[in-house]
């Protein structure tokens, strides 16, 4: 078992989108599937048992975890996620290979078996229900009570309550002495991670999970061809249908039930892994770089699209969003407002990208990039020029936003080759006693409670950003006279990208806080624009900043999207 294994996380250019998914080890190549509404976070400690002897591949179901969702709108059924699967796997570069499917995913596993065996070395099926005639719709109904986003964030006690649930009781919504489950759940880490994997599901939690319940798996067992191991523990809820399966079953599928344990599962799986995996060729294998690529849906020039991927590092992981053609002019690289992530500027990230590559960089302990173990200003600074060579981008024009704009300002001081031009919007450039002030109150304590409370937390400290500055200042002058963009999906975005890093979110904008702005912004040579909302509070610093600076000039930022790409990019033109 490589407990220390390293686990790298990639997207992988498909279809509908990308998918998502976690890596670690080398060898043989398995694809391991999540039950719902989890993601391959699920799998982490699968990934670590067995980066010693394989490369393990968590992928994130579409829908779920940050895997693009399928078709939208329309009922899917399993055998979608079967072609899904077909096409993530034939994407990833794996020609054949074992899949794992637990719970759910076993469907889809089995459903991907059935059409593409010429794939599948082995299919281990985990905890396969088969419920005579299929879950009954009132059944369904109940258990997939639609996940619905409110602006009030009453949604997000509602959410909560229901992961706790899922702990307790078998249906979650019956609360009887029969439905209680034999065990107390999760410590209060595993409820984050359960809830999270909900929170980033959101509207779509359902869309395998109920697609799960409807799908009639006994008639795809009957057509197996390959090789299929059918198991499941002893304390799993499913265990029981493990006697609902067909006597005798198909040639090579086999049953088996587990004593209980994770370390039995686990010593079973490697087993059965090690059987039928393929060492031909594996030292080489290693997935495509999506942002170094077209891919299937042509992302590099297609509206409307962003295409997400990583950049590697030695303390971690860094995310970049890009949009836009990557061949159309010089590229614009955005950071976004801490905290959160560019995912809550997806619309102006396409709208700048009509005729410029944007490229979008999410800042170390934000969203999905590794947070730093020394987060200092240069530190950022560096992560970011690093990150830009990387992405072999050689000049760029820069625009940052709110409290990433000292961090854009101390990259283009340290690295002035870099930037041609620059737009601050909302600079941020306080004084030593504000800056002082901000590090006490502007970063609240997001660690999980039983209760729920810093969903409640986290909501509103990112809803009172928007209707007021600094957000905690209860006081008149405060005031943003604005209309505030506070409707619940951008909101929901933000709070799930900031928690997900609960420990880390404020390491930014700490680091933004420690930055002298009126000593640093004369080392700026690019010329720099600064934008103005007249009667907003949040822009009372423009006019400082625009006099500290070699080359400045202000424009009045629209608040309308478009209209401000379109004023952005005519600015960075001139």
């Known amino acids: 078992m490589a407990k220390d294994a390293t686990i790298k996380k990639g997207f992988v250019n498909v279809s509908h989108g990308q998918v998502h998914y976690r890596m670690a080890g080398s060898g043989p190549p398995v694809i391991l599937l999540h039950d719902s509404p989890r993601s391959s976070m699920l799998h982490v400690p699968l990934l670590k048992e067995l980066a010693d002897q394989f490369t393990a591949i968590a992928v ?44 759910t995913s076993s469907k889809i596993a089995l459903a991907f078996a059935v059409k ?75 409820l984050h991670q359960y809830g999270m994997d909900l929170f980033m599901a ?23 061809k390959t090789p299929t191991v059918i198991l499941a523990q002893q304390d799993d809820v499913l265990h029981a249908y493990l006697n609902a399966l067909p006597n005798p079953l198909p040639a090579g599928v086999t049953k088996e039930s587990l004593a209980v344990g994770a ?14 995996s393929d060492a031909a060729g594996a030292a080489s294998f ?33 995310l970049v969003r890009r949009a836009g053609n990557a061949a ?14 560019s995912r809550q500027d997806a619309d102006l990230l396409l709208a700048l990208a009509k005729d410029r590559p944007v490229y979008a960089i999410d800042l170390p302990g934000s969203g999905e990039s590794s947070p730093l173990a020394q987060p200092t200003p240069q530190a950022y600074a560096d992560v970011i020029a690093r990150t830009l060579e990387s992405l072999d981008l050689k000049q760029v024009d820069l625009i940052a936003e709110g409290m990433s704009t000292p961090l854009a300002v101390c990259f283009a001081a340290s690295h002035a080759g870099q930037v041609r031009a ?33 969903l409640h937390r986290a909501f509103h400290m990112l809803r009172d950003q928007e209707v007021q500055w600094p957000w905690y200042d209860e006081s008149t002058p405060a005031i943003r006279k604005v209309t505030p963009r506070i409707r619940g999906e951008r909101l929901h975005v933000r709070l799930v990208d900031t928690l997900k890093q609960y420990a880390a979110y404020g390491d930014a904008i700490h680091a933004a806080l420690d ?9 700026v040579g690019a010329k720099t624009l600064v934008c103005t909302v007249p009667d907003d509070v949040r822009y009372g610093m423009a006019a400082k900043t625009v006099s500290l600076l070699k080359s400045a000039a202000t424009i009045v930022r629209p608040q309308n999207v478009p209209e401000r790409a379109g004023v952005f990019l005519s600015a960075l033109a001139e």
């Open 515 to 523: 930055i002298d702005m009126a000593a640093l912004l004369p080392a």
């Open 116 to 190: 593409h065996p010429e794939h599948v070395s082995v299919a281990v099926l985990n905890g396969l229900s088969l419920p005579v005639g299929g879950a009954e719709p009132a059944f369904i109904e109940s258990y997939m009570r639609p996940f619905r986003i409110t602006d009030s964030g009453g949604y997000l006690a509602e959410e909560w309550t229901r992961v706790l649930d899922f702990q307790r009781w078998f249906p979650w919504f019956a609360k009887t002495k029969e439905a209680r489950l034999p065990h107390m759940g999760r410590d209060m880490e595993g």
């Open 286 to 318: 290693t997935p495509p770089d999506p942002l170094k690529q077209m891919g299937p849906l042509k992302q590099t020039g297609k509206p409307g699209v962003l295409t997400c991927g990583y950049v590697n590092f030695p303390h971690g992981q860094v």
């Open 422 to 454: 620059m737009i601050l919007d909302a600079v941020t450039n306080a004084d030593i006693d504000l800056r002082t002030e901000m590090r006490i109150n502007y970063t609240p304590d997001l660690r999980p409670t039983r209760e729920g409370l810093h």
């Open 263 to 276: 370390g039995v599962l686990r010593k079973r799986l490697r087993e059965i892994l090690a059987q039928y």
């Open 328 to 341: 159309a002019g010089r590229p614009i690289v955005f950071l976004s407002d801490l905290p959160g992530s």
């Open 202 to 224: 959101g509207p779509h939690f359902s869309d395998a999970y109920a697609a799960a319940m409807r799908f009639a798996a006994l008639p795809f067992i009957s057509q197996l």
């Open 60 to 103: 994130d179901t579409p829908g779920y975890g940050s895997s693009t969702p399928l078709e939208p709108g329309r009922q899917l059924e399993i055998p979608d996620f079967g072609t899904a699967l077909a096409e993530t796997i034939a994407a990833l570069g794996i020609e054949r290979c074992p899949v794992y499917g637990y719970h």
